[in-house]
């Protein structure tokens, strides 16, 4: 899966959107976990300044059946 995020300057999940997805009741559960997590804090302007910032988030699945 290939999912684009912006991130505030905390690197909280402002939103996200799948750029390439799986199926689509799959791709809506990773996207509602997606936006709990917190990612470190985005690009440092200055030593005490942080920038909102939108980055691609790669996940790979393997699923195995047993």
Excluded at 7 to 16: K, P
Excluded at 28 to 41: C, N, P, Q, S
């Amino acid at each position: 899966m290939l999912i684009e995020l912006d991130l505030d300057a905390q690197g909280r999940v402002r939103w996200s959107k799948i750029r390439k997805g799986l199926e689509a009741q799959f791709d809506r559960e990773v996207l509602a976990a997606i936006r709990r997590w917190t990612f470190e804090a985005p690009r440092k302007i200055a030593p005490d300044q942080q920038i909102a910032s939108v980055r691609l988030l790669r996940l790979r699945f393997d699923l195995a059946l047993d």
